[in-house]
């Protein structure tokens, strides 16, 4: 079983609206948790990573939040933009180099 | 892309054909990882190398080699061995000073 479920699986919005993706892992110990954007056919790009201390991090309109008592993780994406259309992938690890623990991403598709 | 450049950007293998993926960054970052990405699934790890001549398997190893003989190399070679090569494959690097990892633009591998 994966310990990194992400939900939905996919969604389609309209251009201008919000949104909220979730994130419930498993993984123990906690070391951070990491919000990737994936443009198909490309390689990951970071918004957000927090540590264990952190239950907040915004970048632009992408903002994250971590729960780290009840293991779980959320991205809203405001005001949504075509150019917002892309996987987005929650990853948690241990430490800082090791092993991460990647989620199967939440498929965007923003429509105008 | 963040300083990683994988080629060939399309692979093609033939039964029994061993096939090398490269992959280089200038970010002078010590950690390197290669990662492959099947559609509905999180990237899992293959190998990992934190110094140069040195490196860990990862969570699917098997079938797949690598190499660490420069800082801004790390070489993915798929051999034979490997029955299900078909996927996208995702390199990145990690530097000493943070949590971020930066991607390639992937390479993907079919076989013929």
């Known amino acids: 079983k994966n310990q990194v479920e992400q939900s939905p699986q996919s969604l389609i919005i309209l251009e201008g609206k919000n949104c909220t993706l979730q994130c419930n892992y498993t993984v123990s110990p906690f070391s951070n948790l990491r919000w990737y954007k994936q443009d198909t056919g490309r390689g990951p790009v970071s918004l957000t990573i927090?540590?264990?201390?952190?239950n907040t991090k915004s970048n632009g309109r992408y903002t994250a939040t971590l729960d780290a008592d009840t293991k779980q993780s959320s991205l809203h994406i405001t005001a949504s933009q075509l150019s917002d259309s892309a996987s987005y992938i929650c990853?948690?690890?241990?430490?800082?180099?090791?092993?991460?623990?990647f989620g199967a991403g939440t498929q965007v598709v923003v429509t105008p | 892309d963040g300083g990683i450049t994988q080629s060939p950007k399309y692979l093609f293998r033939k039964e029994g054909q061993n096939v090398t993926l490269s992959c280089e960054q200038n970010l002078n970052h010590d950690a390197m990882y290669w990662y492959r990405q099947d559609p509905g699934q999180g990237l899992r790890l293959i190998y990992y190398s934190q110094i140069v001549n040195d490196f860990q398997k990862g969570d699917i190893a098997e079938g797949y080699s690598v190499s660490r003989e420069k800082k801004e190399s790390f070489p993915l070679t798929v051999t034979s061995a490997q029955k299900n090569p078909t996927a996208f494959y995702l390199c990145a690097s990690q530097g000493s000073s943070g949590y971020i990892q930066y991607f390639g633009a992937g390479t993907r591998l079919s076989v013929l």
């Open positions: 927090m540590t264990f201390s952190e």
């Open positions: 990853v948690v690890s241990t430490d800082s180099w090791g092993k991460f623990q």
